[in-house]
């Protein structure tokens, strides 16, 4: 399940559950189109609620990214921990997008 904050120039899209080959698609289609609608200076991928992400998660990320950057915004990763901040930073992201995590 995905939630989408719209504040005009920044949208949250808030993340639950799993992320995996199947529910990365759903999510990849709806956040493609609220880039592609909104075209966001930021866009924050809110992972609080998200127990588990293989690398179909990174891919999201890495296209969101690209899709972001090209409508000529930012991404940032908020509230990843454990496993799937450990994936990120494997998986060289990290590198390439600021991250935030709230207490």
Do not use: C, W
């Amino acid at each position: 399940m995905l939630k989408i904050y719209n504040d005009g120039k920044r949208i949250t899209a808030a993340l639950f559950g799993d992320i995996d080959h199947h529910s990365a698609r759903e999510f990849r289609t709806e956040l493609d189109d609220v880039i592609a609608r909104s075209r966001p200076e930021l866009l924050v991928l809110d992972f609080e609620n998200v127990g588990f992400m293989d690398s179909s998660g990174v891919g999201l990320v890495l296209g969101r990214l690209r899709a972001v950057n090209a409508a000529g915004g930012e991404l940032l990763i908020k509230n990843a921990r454990g496993e799937i901040a450990q994936m990120i930073k494997l998986s060289g992201l990290s590198s390439l997008i600021a991250s935030k995590t709230t207490t």
